[in-house]
């Protein structure tokens, strides 16, 4: 009796304490998905707090525009987008892409043209940025050319303006004539003081200029429209060149990313068709109509291309003419070959007895292009072609010097690799 009625005793109390055991368990596991719903609240709040704080800092579309209007509405600037940006408000700045304070960039639209607006408001003073004040460098004034500036003086002006930055060239009379035709936004056959003050801010971002330069051949995004320095450009929808962007690409092993990136490429007869657009590119700076320009930062990130497969320069300002890298070099003190480079990938050699940098570029447009394209286009080539497309990109990406050094092998390399390219994708749509 006794054995049976401590046997009927335990399992009241094993119960008990297996049912402690559980409301702790329950307990335990209640308090740490607690303790990680704060955790996720606090750093949720606080990944909000910086986001917002670097848009507040980045994106200042609003001062943009106040400040454009204010002076497009006192008679000091005018444009062919004034109008819609401050009275019919047509105009209209959305997304924000801006990384400088300083040059603002949004996407945007214009009645029913989609593109990308660029404004430059002026440096941030280091009081917005809680640090000691210093003086505030402000946007343009736009206060030239000044008032009773002639048609004549303002034409000799924007040539010499363009003789500094393209050198002595044959067509700059004609290449002014043309600026001076952007300049009438409202198509009245003249310009008036307020166009020629925008004009003249404009043709001080050497990325107008330059673009200017090379949206004769499409090889850039066009010009839509500006008021004062806020202008417009068409919208490139597939940029850059590779992929996508990705946010943690600089993580990325290079052969990861190279193959992450090679998965969103169009098919291969498209990417010929783009890679033409590149080698045309490199041809029309080649001794072009306004002369001999080097693409300082030949690297895929800087182009994009439209729906139709058609290629464009997504930053002019990667393109340099000539006679200012020629300048630059000259200037340039240096005891070792590392020293001689203008923006990320022109070089040119030392002169050690001198302590100067050489004019010459190490490598012509045409080397660096090749080695862009080598991977881009070799993925899913033809079996047939395979073999002597690689044979030509690697002689191309071979050659050396300036192309001015090399006229003859520098035609002779871009005019066969345009012909091999050229043969397979004559026939098909993508033409």
């Not at 204010?70 to 401050?86: E, N, T």
């Not at 408001?121 to 809680?130: F, S």
């Not at 940029?239 to 193959?259: D, E, N």
Request: proline content about 5%.
């Amino acid at each position: 009796m006794y054995v049976i009625c401590s046997r009927t005793g335990l399992f009241p109390r094993a119960w008990v304490k297996k049912s402690f055991y559980f409301q702790a368990r329950v307990s335990f596991v209640r308090v740490k998905y607690l303790f990680l719903t704060w955790l996720t609240v606090l750093v949720g709040s606080w990944v909000l707090y910086v986001q917002y704080s670097a848009y507040t800092e980045l994106c200042r579309g609003h001062q943009c525009r106040t400040a454009i209007c204010d002076k497009y509405k006192k008679g000091i600037i005018d444009g062919p987008a004034c109008s819609s940006l401050c009275d019919k408000e047509t105009f209209y700045l959305s997304r924000c892409l801006s990384s400088l304070p300083s040059e603002q960039v949004y996407a945007g639209s214009w009645g029913d043209r989609q593109g990308i607006i660029r404004c430059h408001v002026g440096q941030v003073g280091h009081d917005e940025m809680g640090e000691e004040p210093e003086p505030r460098r402000e946007a343009p004034v736009f206060d030239t050319p000044t008032r009773g500036t002639s048609v004549e003086k303002f034409r000799e002006m924007v040539f010499n303006h363009l003789k500094s930055k393209l050198g002595e060239q044959n067509n700059l009379v004609g290449l002014v004539s043309v600026i001076l035709s952007v300049a009438d936004g409202n198509r009245d056959g003249k310009v008036s003081l307020p166009e020629a003050r925008s004009m003249w801010a404009l043709l001080h971002m050497d990325q107008v200029l330059l673009g200017l330069l090379l949206q004769e051949r499409g090889h850039t995004p066009r010009l839509l429209g500006y008021c004062g320095d806020l202008y417009m450009t068409e919208r490139i929808p597939h940029s850059p060149l590779y992929g996508f962007s990705w946010p943690l690409a600089s993580w990325m092993p290079a052969g990861l990313r190279l193959t992450m990136d090679q998965w969103f490429t169009p098919t291969w007869p498209r990417k010929a068709k783009i890679s033409m657009g590149l080698l045309e590119l490199v041809e029309d700076i080649f001794h072009g109509t306004y002369g001999s320009f080097l693409i300082c930062d030949l690297a895929a990130a800087r182009f994009g291309y439209t729906d139709g497969h058609e290629l464009r320069l997504t930053d002019p300002r990667t393109v340099v003419p000539e006679s200012q890298f020629q300048r630059s070099m000259r200037a340039l003190r240096c005891d070792s070959d590392a020293d001689c480079v203008y923006g990320t990938d022109c070089r040119t050699t030392c002169d050690t007895a001198s302590k100067r940098c050489r004019e010459e570029p190490v490598r012509p447009n045409l080397a660096k292009a090749c080695g862009v394209l080598k991977d881009y286009l070799l993925k899913g080539a033809p079996s047939a072609l395979r073999e002597e497309l690689e044979r030509q990109l690697h002689a191309c990406m071979a050659l050396k010097g300036s192309a001015g050094q090399m006229n003859m092998e520098h035609s002779l390399l871009l005019n066969n690799l345009k012909a091999l390219l050229w043969r397979q994708i004559s026939h098909t749509k993508d033409s």
